[in-house]
C-alpha cells in the first residue's frame, strides 16, 4: 500500500509539474469541492481504475498552463480534453513507476461532471492536495 | 528545408501541445496536420506526404500499434519516420514498438526540450533549421 501511494504521488506531481506547472502540497480535502474528474481502467498484472478529481479553478488553470488559453477563451472541450489527458499521463506513469517491466493496457480515459460532489468507495489508495491554483484528488480502487 | 508533421493523438489539448513545442523549437515546420486516431491519419497519408509522424498509442478506433503495422505494410509510407509518444512506458512496450518500425519513443510526461532532442535524432535538423542529415536522407537528398 505504502508503495503505491508513493508512485501515484510521484506520478501526480511530475505530470502536474512538467505539463501543468503546478506545484502541489498535501492537503485533507473532507471539505474539498471538487466538480468534475476523469477515470481510467488499466488491466495488466494489477486490475484496476484511477479516478482524478478537480476543482473548477485548477481545471482552467490546467487548460491556461498547457494550452496557453485563458478567460472566455477556454471552452468546456478544453477542459474536459486536458482533464482526462491528465488522468491518462498520472496512470501510466504510476504504473511504470510500479513495475518498469510489466505491460499495462489503459482505457480511454471518460470525463465525469461531479455536481452533487465526489462520494468515497472502498479505496486501495486516496491522495488529495491544494496547490495556490486549485484542489486535487485521486482515487485508486484494484479488482481482483 | 521545411518539413511536414503529422500529429496523431485523440487528445485535441496534447496535439496543440505538442504543435506548440515543435513551433517554438526552431524546427521549421511547413506544414502541420492532425488526426485523432491510427484511421484519420491514413486518411491524411493516403492524400499528402509527411516527413515525420508523432503518434500516441492509447486511442479509439485504430491505435497506434495498429498504425505502426499498417505504416510497415506500405512501402511508401514505411519511410516516414515514426515517433511514439505515450504515457505507456514500460520497457517491453517501448522494445515492441521500435521492433515495430518506430523510431524513437518518447513518453508523457514530456518535457519540450526532451521532445526537441528526439526530433533532432530522428529527423537531423539542428535549432537553426539546418538539416544535418539521417539514414534516409544521407541516401536520398544532397540538401
Known amino acids: 500500500m505504502k508503495e503505491m501511494n508513493e508512485a501515484m504521488r510521484a506520478a501526480i506531481f511530475d505530470v502536474f509539474e512538467r505539463m501543468y506547472y503546478v506545484f502541489f502540497e498535501p492537503f485533507h480535502d473532507e471539505y474539498a469541492e471538487y466538480t468534475m474528474g476523469s477515470s481510467i481502467k488499466f488491466d495488466g498484472p494489477l486490475r484496476g481504475e484511477l479516478m482524478i478529481l478537480v476543482s473548477e479553478e485548477l481545471a482552467k488553470v490546467m487548460v491556461q498552463n498547457l494550452l496557453g488559453i485563458e478567460g472566455e477563451d477556454i471552452k468546456e472541450q478544453d477542459i474536459e480534453d486536458c482533464v482526462k489527458e491528465a488522468a491518462n499521463m498520472i496512470c501510466g506513469d504510476f504504473l511504470s513507476r510500479l513495475d518498469q517491466t510489466k505491460v499495462f493496457d489503459l482505457s480511454i480515459p471518460l470525463f465525469i461532471r461531479l455536481p452533487g460532489g465526489f462520494r468515497e468507495g472502498n479505496r486501495a489508495c486516496r491522495l488529495s492536495f491544494d496547490s495556490e491554483n486549485g484542489m486535487f484528488g485521486a482515487t485508486l480502487s484494484l479488482t481482483e | ?143
Open chain 2, 1 to 143: 528545408m521545411s518539413f511536414n508533421v503529422l500529429i496523431v493523438d485523440d487528445s485535441h489539448s496534447m496535439r496543440s501541445v505538442i504543435k506548440k513545442i515543435i513551433a517554438i523549437s526552431g524546427f521549421k515546420m511547413d506544414q502541420c496536420y492532425e488526426a485523432g486516431n491510427g484511421k484519420q491519419a491514413l486518411e491524411i497519408l493516403s492524400k499528402t506526404w509527411v516527413d515525420v509522424i508523432l503518434s500516441d498509442l492509447n486511442m479509439p478506433e485504430m491505435n497506434g500499434m495498429e498504425l505502426l503495422s499498417a505504416l510497415k505494410g506500405d512501402n511508401l509510407l514505411q519511410e516516414i519516420p515514426v515517433i511514439i509518444v505515450s504515457t505507456e512506458g514500460s520497457d517491453e512496450r517501448r522494445n515492441l514498438v521500435l521492433k515495430m518500425g518506430a523510431k524513437q519513443f518518447i513518453k508523457k510526461p514530456f518535457s519540450p526540450e526532451h521532445v526537441r532532442k528526439i526530433l533532432y535524432e530522428v529527423i537531423g535538423v539542428g535549432d537553426d533549421g539546418t538539416y544535418e542529415g539521417n539514414e534516409r536522407g544521407d541516401e536520398s537528398s544532397d540538401f
